[in-house]
Every structure is written in structure tokens, then in C-alpha cells.
């Protein structure tokens, strides 16, 4: 296992297109997060599952975000009608969902909105 | 709530010691995170404490005190390399991980 991957590491696109990322987490790790961050600032959360269930969604998020984990394993993010604002790394991260146990982080999506 | 707060930049000499503090108020706790990201790239964990006291792990120490809602983050002998953000996490009951802004450290030979 390589560690958890996002795809695509790039995306730029128009103002007003969909996209969607998606984040394969490392085996058996039943926690996954999504967090946006901007330059110079933390790791923004967004929102977190446990298999396929999702906890909790960010209340700062807009209607425009939507985040799946259909078989409890990979999980995509798709933010609709992108606007400038949403430009930011995505970043993913797992871990196995015991209490002593860390978050390993993906390398992140780049979103450039245009 | 969560609140997570932590100074924005600092800077250091190389070889010195410096001391990255955090403060937190969450609603619930299990544990505090402390981890490093340089610019451009993922974060990397570098501490957890769930109890009260100091971990020690090589040039690195992570100090918790559940009572006052403070950590802190002592690095030793100061490399050029440590150059980066250092970011405080807070966990709570529910396994959710919550970020401070990040403290920038500036190393200066």
C-alpha cells in the first residue's frame, strides 16, 4: 500500500464548470476527511465518513460541495457551478479509526478556477 | 465549538531551540495532533498526546495540559530543513480532527 492517493494532483477549470476529485484512502482505514486549505492558511475541514456513512458536512460548506464514499473505500468530492473563491489544495486523508492512531494526508488536488 | 488558536509565523536560529505553543477550546477532547507540512506539500505527522505530559521523539517534543487547553511543540537543535509550517490538530469524541491556521517557522543560519 502507497499511502493515500488523490486524483487528479492538477485541475484547472471555468468558472461555472463541475468537477469532481476522487481520493483512494490506504486499506482497511475506515476514516476518511476532506479538508481545503489556501495558501498561508491550516487545513479547512470539510467533511469525514466512517465506511460509507457520512458524519458530518461542514456547515461552512456551501450546497455547491457533495462528497461520497459509496463502498466505504474511495470517496470523490464534487463541488458544482465552481466559482474563484473555490480555488484551493484539496486535500484527503485516512486513518484506521482507533483513538490513538494518526491521519496520513494524500498530496492533494490543486483546484484553479478561471 | 472548536477554536484552535496559534501564532502565524516565527523565526528561529539554526541550532537553536524553539517553542511552537497552541491553545484549544473544543467541545469535546481525545487527543491533540501536531504536524509538519512544507510549502507545496501534504502535511506529516509528527506527534499525538492524549494525555497529560511531554512525548519526546529524537529533536522533537510535544507537551499537553487537558486542564488549560495548551500544547506545545519544542523542536531542539534547529536545522535548516525545519523550515515549514507546523500545524496543531485537536480530535474530538467524535473522531473528527480540527486544524489551527498553522504557525509558519522561518530558520535563519
Known amino acids: 500500500d502507497t499511502g493515500v492517493s488523490q486524483d487528479p494532483r492538477h485541475k484547472i477549470t471555468k468558472r461555472g464548470q463541475n468537477v469532481t476529485f476522487r481520493c483512494d484512502p490506504i486499506?482497511?482505514?475506515?476514516?476518511l476527511y476532506w479538508y481545503r486549505q489556501t495558501l498561508g492558511q491550516g487545513p479547512e475541514f470539510l467533511t469525514y465518513f466512517q465506511n460509507e456513512a457520512q458524519l458530518e458536512k461542514s456547515r461552512l460548506l456551501s450546497d455547491r460541495f457533495s462528497a461520497e464514499r459509496p463502498k466505504g473505500s474511495f470517496s470523490t468530492l464534487e463541488i458544482q457551478r465552481t466559482e474563484q473563491g473555490d480555488s484551493a489544495m484539496y486535500l484527503c486523508a485516512s486513518s484506521p479509526g482507533w483513538t490513538n492512531t494518526e491521519a496520513f494526508f494524500g498530496q492533494g488536488t490543486r483546484l484553479t478556477v478561471v | 465549538g472548536q477554536n484552535i488558536d496559534q501564532p502565524t509565523e516565527m523565526t528561529a536560529t539554526e541550532g537553536a531551540i524553539v517553542q511552537i505553543n497552541c491553545t484549544y477550546q473544543t467541545s469535546g477532547f481525545n487527543g491533540l495532533f501536531w504536524y509538519q507540512q512544507h510549502a507545496g506539500e501534504a502535511p506529516t505527522f509528527l506527534s499525538y498526546?492524549?494525555?497529560?505530559g511531554l512525548e519526546e521523539k529524537g529533536r522533537f517534543s510535544s507537551f499537553l495540559s487537558r486542564s488549560k487547553g495548551y500544547s506545545y511543540l519544542l523542536l531542539k537543535e534547529l536545522q535548516m530543513k525545519d523550515s515549514a509550517s507546523y500545524l496543531c490538530?485537536?480530535?474530538?469524541?467524535?473522531?473528527?480532527?480540527?486544524f489551527g491556521k498553522g504557525t509558519r517557522l522561518h530558520i535563519l543560519p
Open positions: 490538530a485537536v480530535r474530538d469524541l467524535d473522531d473528527k480532527i480540527i
Open positions: 498526546n492524549v494525555l497529560d
Open positions: 486499506s482497511e482505514h475506515n476514516r
